[in-house]
Nanobody, 124 residues
Framework: VQLQASGGGLVQAGSSLRLSCVAS????????MIWFRQAPGKEREFVAA????????YYTDSVKGRFTIARDNAKNTVYLEMNSLKDEDTAIYYC??????????????????WGQGTLVTVSS
């Protein structure tokens, strides 16, 4: 299994960015896919999750209404659409995957596979 994250960059506050996570060795249509982020000097935190076949989505409160986790099954890719970016969104963003859904989906230790991370820097 491999996860390849990309799409990060330097953007101004208020703008948008789309992160991609291309998966191989698993099917994003059935696996649970998640985005975490880690800001400088802070612990890794949950951002958004999409539950396998069922497709339910979950977000941390600070990104609700601004971020969307989506998937393209044909491309076996998961996206994180980020709008109205704020300074506090600056972080390295990681995608992760787990075969079976865990009700404590926000806990990083439950995920088996991780991408390498992509840096998002938001300037005001």
């Amino acid at each position: 299994v491999q996860l390849q994250a990309s799409g990060g960059g330097l953007v101004q506050a208020g703008s948008s960015l789309r992160l991609s996570c291309v998966a191989s060795g698993l099917a994003v249509s059935t696996w649970s896919m998640i985005w975490f982020r880690q800001a400088p000097g802070k612990e890794r935190e949950f951002v958004a999750a999409r539950r396998g076949s069922q497709g339910s989505t979950y977000y941390t409160d600070s990104v609700k209404g601004r971020f969307t986790i989506a998937r393209d099954n044909a491309k076996n890719t998961v996206y994180l659409e980020m709008n109205s970016l704020k300074d506090e969104d600056t972080a390295i963003y990681y995608c992760a995957a787990r075969r079976n859904w865990n009700v404590q989906y926000w806990r990083a230790e439950f995920y088996d596979y991780w991408g390498q991370g992509t840096l998002v820097t938001v300037s005001s």
